[in-house]
């Protein structure tokens, strides 16, 4: 062998051992370190101080020709990046994020490379493809083996027969609005999808949550049991080959996937996936203030965000248009209208939403507005009292020509849609939503997503999308059986896991208010389990942009002193500061607009007293208003007290609190020189 080629080879071999010896990537204070390899499959594990949070586990991507992204692929370039930024945030819990964390780019010879990135508190990654050709992906592995078996706070899908478990294929189609399951990862049901955000707790007593972000033009990731490894599996939808409409009655709200491809997405060009989120935190108070999800979207498409108006809505629906004392039926017709359209102008209210029944339900076209709406009259007299319009649509009747009805209703003078009944998260239908999104923007239309899969950042990308469902809400009070019936425990749980991902369109505010073991179902007059002060604290702890008040101008009427303590809570914050609380059992978050704050709580099926430093106050003298549960409010929900206190930071005065089983407090606090 000539002395130039030993030379070569050896070379080459140095090359390659040193292309095949594992990357560790740090975060900015060293807690967090994900190790990756890819000599034979593309793998990473991460551990925080040295603790395993996620064991050695293979991730890929498999296309239509055969081709797997992360299987004997050859590194091409290895880089490192550290970022220290802030960037504004707008219709958030806060002003600004910090985007503070170091990356890991490995590019491949097959036309990918694998992007990580290490946070203080969560880990990272996702796939990129570097090649212009299309392709189509068959698959993607995910695995999320956690470091033991742990307990788990799981939503499954929620399956409509009781008697058998649906296919895989036919839970796809869902609403996303189960509750959750609390138990071991190994008593999982291998045989039931689980949707993101999914959370974990360590025997170290590491919090981990599992999610993803910026999902665009590509399916959503559910999660499984593997039943074997002891790992939850990403799952993934394959793209929609046949559909029809479906609903109730002539009513065709939505459109159902009869057949699917052997793909789960169609892709062309140089793109990004989406990313795969390991949140993880120290306690589950600190998962109340995690961004990761806005984070690691996409930035905003709409330059000039001057004409987006987050605020509340006046809304009928709930209360099944329950007017009391007024000279004319109540229903869908102009008088109901123009009365819900004094009570949000009285009360300095944004919107009023007009939902199902202004167009006509059986031929799905929103341009057929049933005659007892007058809607350029309607929308006029809103704009005399300061009060826009934003009107209901099903997924099938708005998916029939999005550009003309943006622009029919634009120009009419609407300010936006709650598009309802989507149900479910393939290729197809993320890609509706962001055309929709887009659209919409293009006419200054605001857009509240309803029968949605859980938000994964659009909200960033298109700001003009307020909120979203995705959540077990105030709805399922109309309808849901007594029988073991907990949204008390529900409740608790959403502000660390659902809320994580995004705004809620939980629609609070229920003035009729029973114990849980009182509650009983009612579609003309519903009720909601839990206190008064639990419904007023909901405005503070669960966020959303969009907020609606559920309950008829009657009912506020009659409660004017609740009503004049929602009616100006903020529904986009400056700052937020998680207080305290754990998973399931209570949550209390404190709210900064101006120099005005909120601190609320609630809490889960057991009574619980709590005392308040509230260091987070800046220096200075403040008046509380503090509603908190009554002395009787365990047995007649509606019972609450109403206090007005004054405070000085420094003086070692605590806030001292009782809530009830299911109740809750909420407090304005208030610069006492007026500021």
Known sequence: MKKTTFILLFCLMVVAAFAQK???????????????????????????EGVPVIVQTPISMTLGDGTVWGQRSHLQK?????VRETFAAFAYIKQHLEDNHNR?????????????????????YRFLSTTARELKVRSEYAAFPLAADCRAWCPYVMVKDTVRVPSILEQYGNSFENTYTCKAISALDPRRLIFTPVAAELPSGLRVVIAESDLESYPGMFLRYDGGAGALLGDFAPCAKAEQPEGRGVRKFQRVVTQREDFIASVSGRRSF????????????????NDMVYRLASPSRIGDTGWIRPGKAAWEWWNDWGLTGVDFV?????PTYRHFIDFASRNHLEYVVIDEGWSRPDN?????????????KLIDYGRSKGVSIILWASYNSFNKDIEAICRHYSAMGVAGFKVDFMDRDDQGMVEFVY??????????????????????????????????EAVRGTEYFKWSKPEGYDQISYDVTLPYLRQLAGPMDYTPGAMRNVPKNSFYPSGSLPVAQGTRCRQLAMYVVFYSPLAMLCDSPSAYDKEQKCLDFIAPIPTTWDQTVPVDGRIGDFAITARRKGETWYVAGITGNSERTVELDMKWLPEGRYTIQLFCDGKNAGKIATDYRMMLIPYETGNNFKLKVKMVRGGGFAARIIPADGR
């Open 435 to 468: 055309r929709s999104a887009e659209i919409a923007a293009k006419y200054h239309l605001v857009l509240d997503l309803h029968g949605m899969y859980k938000p994964t950042g659009i909200n960033r990308t298109w700001p003009n999308v307020l909120s979203f």
């Open 78 to 82: 290895q880089s490192t990046k550290s």
């Open 364 to 376: 799905a076209d929103l341009m057929d507005v049933v005659p007892a709406i007058d809607l350029p």
């Open 104 to 124: 890991l780019l490995l590019e491949f010879r097959e036309g990918f490379a694998v992007e990580f990135r290490a946070y203080n508190d969560a880990v990272a």
């Open 22 to 48: 594992p990357a560790t990537l740090a975060s900015p204070d060293g807690k967090n370190v994900v190790t990756i390899s890819w000599a034979d499959r593309l793998s990473y594990s991460i551990a925080r």
């Open 330 to 334: 109540a229903g869908v017709n102009m």
């Open 274 to 289: 989406p990313w795969r989120i390991v949140a993880i935190a120290e306690n589950d108070s600190q998962l109340l203030d």
